[in-house]
């Protein structure tokens, strides 16, 4: 039986040695990304993945139902649950790791992965919207900026 050296992991980076460890195992498992949208949140966050309406068929899309999913950075699923509050036009994460969800009609929607996403709804003004954020506007919310 031949023994291994302790330091055979051991990298050089200039005059530091460095060894990679496994921390956990990653448990992504089929997961096609080129049909989802993804946002991830930053530091290694949780990541929520969702469908990608576009280049679907308009059958698929009245008959298929959307799902948000979130999973932490390994792939574990932490959350799973039916879309119902319309289309997304915007979503990201805020520092405390709380999805926020941005809603064609201006409705703001708020996350807490840990609370199995309970989302919490709050009110935003299209013209402020339109006026301050990053997301494009709807012809629906221009009509009222």
């Known amino acids: 039986m031949d023994i291994v050296h302790p330091t055979v992991e051991w990298k050089q980076l200039y005059n530091r040695f460095y060894r990679k460890l496994e921390i956990y195992q990653m448990e992504w498992r089929n997961m096609d990304l080129r049909k989802k949208i993804v946002c991830a949140a930053p530091f290694g966050g949780p990541i929520a993945v969702r469908r990608n309406p576009v280049g679907m068929s308009k059958i698929d899309l009245e008959t ?6 979130i999973y932490n ?23 405390q790791e709380q ?14 992965h840990r609370s199995h996403a309970r989302f919490t709804t709050v009110g935003i003004s299209p013209r402020l919207c339109c006026r301050y954020s990053s997301i494009p506007c709807t012809p629906r919310w221009r009509a009222m900026c």
């Open 99 to 112: 999805l926020v969800v941005v809603v064609e009609d201006g409705q703001v929607d708020v996350a807490n």
């Open 64 to 69: 298929q139902k959307p799902y948000l999913s």
């Open 73 to 95: 950075s390994a792939g574990g699923l932490l959350a799973h649950f039916e879309w119902t509050k319309g289309p997304i036009v915007g979503w990201g994460w805020t520092g």
